[in-house]
């Protein structure tokens, strides 16, 4: 049975209240290290954009030979807005489709823009190598923690689903009439007893 496509009050619909006790599936420890990758990100954003430009800065132009740098930078600062949405808008509106992008887009630009700056970069000293290897933690740290949330918010809606479904037929197996729409919280008035 579906919930109705139009708006609802809430107590309208009897089925809508069998959602009031459903468990929240959301990671805060995946919603803090969103947040404070913003921070790092710009951080990590400007460090390199320094370095780039103080070592292959000459006369008046930028002679930087290490193109698949410039590639992966791009495709970073193109992915990485949409992957932190997705992020947040998954773990938040616990949809796991959403999350499930935020890992996806975790593992496949992200990790190759990391770990080519950490291994594979020109001109790599041990500033440069302790940046990446802070990115490489923060990277695998949220990679792990959305698949897990994947995990559990799948469960816990399979779950939710599967018990607000047996609610729903349980009157209607017992051959019992459906929920009433009156009662606490629905505008209506108690039925006398």
Known sequence: ??????????GFDPRLR???????AS??????LLYYRIFFNLAWLGFWMVFIFRNYWRGLKLKDNDIVRTIFFIFWFIAEPVRMLAGWYGNLQENVPWLMMFSILSLIPEQGTVLYLLMGAGRRNAMTKAVQWV???????ELITGIYTVF???KK?????????????QRVR????????????????????
């Open 27 to 32: 990671n805060v420890f995946l919603q803090q």
């Open 157 to 169: 809606q399979k779950r939710q689903f599967y018990l607000f479904e047996y609610v729903m037929n």
């Open 135 to 141: 990115m490489l933690v923060l990277q695998e740290l």
């Open 152 to 154: 559990v918010m799948y």
């Open 18 to 24: 069998n959602l009031a006790d459903r468990k929240i």
């Open 174 to 193: 017992e051959g019992r009439p459906p929920i009433p729409s009156s009662g606490i919280g629905s505008g209506g008035v108690l039925p006398a007893r």
């Open 1 to 10: 049975m579906a919930l109705p496509l139009h708006p609802v009050t809430p």
